[in-house]
């Protein structure tokens, strides 16, 4: 049983950078893989960033590489999505999610969810 709750979004301009958190409770394994998904309207719900919760490592979508970074915080049971140089492009709704079976791109593989924080970028 795991559950995540995201906060951080916020209404920003083009340029502007946000942190998004994740806090998660219940038990996380090392194997598990922690991700950032996002969900615009109309649109499919879409990976942007993943972290392996053991050995840390990352895994972003292209459009988002160079520009958002993600982290956590094994002992507080966080994980962080820096974004920087924000663009319209990238208003959504932000997603933590949480895969014990390892990595994947996949929402539908993912068993634990969050409640999503909205992040908008205007010009």
């Known amino acids: 049983q795991v559950q995540l709750v995201e906060s951080g979004g916020g209404l920003v301009q083009t340029g502007a950078s946000l942190t998004l958190s994740c806090a998660a409770s219940?038990?996380?394994?090392?194997?598990?893989?922690m991700a950032w998904f996002r969900q615009a309207p109309g649109k499919e719900r879409e990976f942007v960033a993943g972290i392996r919760w053991g050995v840390g490592n990352t895994y972003y979508a292209d459009s988002v590489k160079g520009r958002f970074t993600i982290s956590r915080d094994s002992g507080k049971n966080m994980v962080y999505l820096q974004m920087n140089n924000l663009k319209v492009e990238d208003t959504a709704v932000y997603y933590c999610g949480a895969d014990r079976g390892g990595y994947s791109r996949l929402h539908s593989s993912y068993e634990y969810w969050g409640q999503g924080t909205q992040v908008t970028v205007s010009s």
């Open positions: 219940g038990r996380i394994f090392s194997s598990t893989f």
